[in-house]
């Protein structure tokens, strides 16, 4: 399937909008052409008054009746403009919504690694400036096809039919036109290319510079900041300027060519004695068809445009999803876990994450990974949950591959608390209950109390149902992993991942949360990473990592006795 023809399967559902669109656009055409009539018979009945000898009943008539003809006219011209214009624009909004959608929906479910490879200025480019591109296309697509052609079928017929040998004579420079618009589009073509790319670095540029502004000033890097926006903005600034000049110069050569075009029918004119009515009539019909030529004309700059912006956007759409291949449900209320023989890289890269990992957790019990950064504590997690799946070896809930089981099943049963909580946009509750839209007001109020996020939580306004500000300025480090904290309480899922789950608390907030964690750990298989070793002293087992491999495991007891890595941390 051809971009152009992906992008026009987004509108099939929308089939009436096209047809009363197209409906409109002829009314409006067919109005627009009645101009030409008007002009001629204005023009006669204007001549044919000056004439006492012409002044014929039937002139009379037409002169009495003109009037209620031009209102009638432009009217109709009125009515149909607004039928044409309103179901046009209607189906460019409903097939941009659906795009957007789409997009947002492929996100969910793409693989992480082609999420985590991409910029999320790169994202919201495509999110935003994209799919408004392809809206407009859609909306002046229509007009230039439909409409522009028919006002030329129809100015061209009304011409040919007051003196068919000028019109021809102006068609002689449509080919000259033609190779002008040919030639243009090339460059456009180069230039546009080079606008939305440069779009997308100003777009992440702003995104990282909102985001990072307390680094930014406790580094002073305002003006190395700014004068890294004003280059990229520059360069789009450059290159939409050459975008510009080239379609600038492209429609000098069309206005040009087409006055050339007017000019030689005008010096025609005077050659073949034509009458004044007529000639008004040719050259009315002949300025009608300016506009309509200049938008065809550019027609093929927009497909240029059009499909740069929906390429960019379809790549992303045709990422494969992250494999799902399991068909079995995971139901079971306890859960043991267990690693075999794990090999894991990421994709281009040659040295191993994690190499001969093996290790076992039965139900209720916790198993401690502690270990320097870099050492591979996070990257297990992660395949844990299936974000990436290891190049060999196994991991095993109940003596089951997790490979066997559908995504959503197994991640309903695993609880993720990571060091760096996600908060969104809404209110305290929504974020406690998100992942459990259906719990009950009383359950959130209880994992609110058991993660301490309660006695903030009513210093607030709006307490509980308090919105969080969209910048989350209004939380606290503490608070926000506390938040996260009551989500894995809520869930309540036999497997519990703790990513430094208490790293941004103080000491007293630790105590606390830790109190409510070891209950929330009671009878379920739980997986700490921690730096603090005091957060881990009750592990059933501590497994310590080294460069992806396992250095040292053995409870805290044994493990501060022994000389090793443990005991140096």
Same mark, same amino acid.
């Given at each position: 399937m051809s971009t152009l023809q992906r992008i026009f399967s987004y509108s099939k559902e929308y089939k009436l909008f096209w047809v009363l669109s197209i409906v409109g656009f002829l009314m409006a055409a067919v109005g627009s052409s009645l101009n030409i009539w008007m002009v001629h018979n204005l023009t006669l009945i204007a001549t044919l008054l000056t004439s006492p000898e012409a002044m014929t009943e039937d002139v009379q008539n037409s002169a009495f009746w003109l009037p209620f003809q031009v209102?009638?006219?432009? +009217?109709?011209?009125?009515?149909?403009?607004?039928?044409?214009?309103?179901?046009?624009?209607?189906?460019?909004?409903?097939?941009?919504?659906? $795009?957007?959608?789409?997009?947002?929906?492929?996100?969910?479910?793409?693989? *992480?690694?082609? #999420?985590?490879?991409?910029?999320?200025?790169?994202?919201?480019?495509?999110?935003?400036?994209?799919i408004e591109?392809?809206?407009?296309?859609?909306?002046?697509? *229509?007009?230039?096809?439909?409409?522009?052609?028919? !006002?030329?079928?129809?100015?061209?017929?009304?011409?040919?039919?007051?003196?068919?040998?000028? !019109?021809? #004579?102006?068609?002689?420079?449509?080919?000259?036109?033609?190779?002008?618009?040919?030639?243009?589009? &090339?460059?456009?073509?180069?230039?546009?290319?080079?606008?939305?790319?440069?779009? +997308?670095?100003?777009?992440?540029?702003?995104?990282?510079?909102?985001? %990072?502004?307390?680094?930014?000033?406790?580094?002073?890097?305002?003006?190395?900041? $700014? &004068?890294?926006?004003?280059?990229?903005?520059?360069?789009?600034?450059?290159?939409?300027?050459?975008?510009?000049?080239?379609?600038?110069?492209?429609?000098?050569? $069309?206005? !040009?060519?087409?006055?050339?075009? $007017?000019?030689?029918?005008?010096?025609?004119?005077?050659?073949?004695?034509?009458?004044?009515?007529?000639?008004? +009539?040719?050259?009315?019909?002949? #300025?009608?068809?300016?506009?309509?030529?200049k938008n065809l004309a550019r027609l093929n700059e927009q497909l240029n445009k059009i499909k740069e912006a929906a390429n960019m956007l379809f790549k992303q759409l045709d990422q494969t999803h992250e494999s799902d291949k399991g068909a079995l449900e995971l139901s079971e209320k306890n859960c !043991?876990?267990?690693?075999?023989?794990?090999?894991?890289?990421?994709?281009?890269?040659?040295?191993?994450?994690?190499?001969? *990992?093996?290790?076992?957790?039965?139900?209720? =019990?916790?198993?401690?990974?502690?270990?320097?950064?870099?050492? %591979?504590?996070?990257?297990?997690? =992660?395949? #844990?949950?299936?974000?990436?799946?290891?190049?060999?070896?196994?991991i095993f809930i109940n003596n089951q591959s997790i490979d066997t089981f559908t995504l959503d099943s197994l991640r309903k049963h695993i609880a993720l608390v990571t060091q760096q909580p996600i908060i969104f946009a809404g209110s305290l509750y929504d974020n406690i209950a998100f992942g459990q839209p259906h719990a009950t007001q009383e359950s959130v109020m209880h994992a609110a109390k058991l993660a301490h996020v309660w006695e903030f939580a009513q210093n607030m306004e709006g307490g509980i149902q308090a919105d969080i500000q969209a910048d989350v300025s209004n939380l606290s480090g503490g608070q926000k992993q506390r938040i996260a904290i009551a989500r894995a309480f809520l869930k309540d899922a036999p497997i519990l991942l703790l990513d430094e789950a208490t790293s941004a608390l103080d000491n007293q907030s630790e105590a606390k949360v830790q109190e409510a964690l070891n209950a929330l750990m009671k009878n379920k298989t739980t997986l700490v990473i921690a730096h603090r070793l005091s957060t881990i002293k009750y592990a059933d087992k501590i497994i310590v990592l080294e460069n992806g491999e396992i250095n040292q495991t053995g409870n805290y007891e044994s493990l501060s006795k022994s000389d090793g890595l443990f005991k140096d941390m």
């Open positions: 209102v009638s006219i432009f +009217a109709f011209l009125g009515v149909s403009n607004f039928v044409a214009s309103y179901f046009n624009e209607r189906l460019s909004y409903e097939v941009a919504h659906d $795009i957007r959608l789409d997009f947002f929906k492929h996100l969910q479910f793409s693989n *992480i690694q082609f #999420i985590k490879n991409v910029s999320t200025g790169e994202m919201l480019s495509k999110l935003i400036y994209n591109i392809i809206r407009t296309f859609y909306a002046g697509f *229509i007009t230039s096809i439909v409409k522009d052609t028919l !006002t030329i079928i129809g100015s061209m017929s009304w011409a040919l039919y007051y003196n068919w040998q000028l !019109t021809l #004579i102006f068609f002689t420079i449509i080919p000259f036109i033609a190779v002008s618009v040919t030639y243009g589009s &090339k460059f456009y073509k180069k230039y546009n290319q080079k606008v939305q790319g440069s779009l +997308a670095q100003i777009t992440e540029t702003f995104n990282e510079n909102v985001k %990072g502004q307390e680094v930014v000033r406790v580094y002073t890097q305002q003006n190395n900041q $700014i &004068k890294k926006f004003a280059s990229q903005s520059g360069v789009n600034k450059s290159q939409s300027i050459k975008l510009v000049v080239t379609r600038c110069i492209s429609m000098v050569f $069309i206005n !040009t060519i087409s006055g050339i075009g $007017i000019a030689i029918v005008i010096w025609s004119a005077f050659k073949l004695k034509v009458t004044v009515s007529e000639l008004t +009539a040719v050259f009315t019909a002949l #300025i009608s068809c300016a506009r309509p030529f !043991t876990l267990s690693v075999e023989d794990l090999e894991f890289k990421y994709p281009n890269t040659d040295k191993n994450v994690l190499e001969n *990992i093996s290790f076992n957790a039965q139900c209720g =019990q916790t198993i401690a990974l502690v270990g320097r950064s870099g050492s %591979g504590k996070s990257t297990l997690i =992660q395949l #844990i949950v299936r974000l990436f799946n290891s190049q060999s070896g196994k």
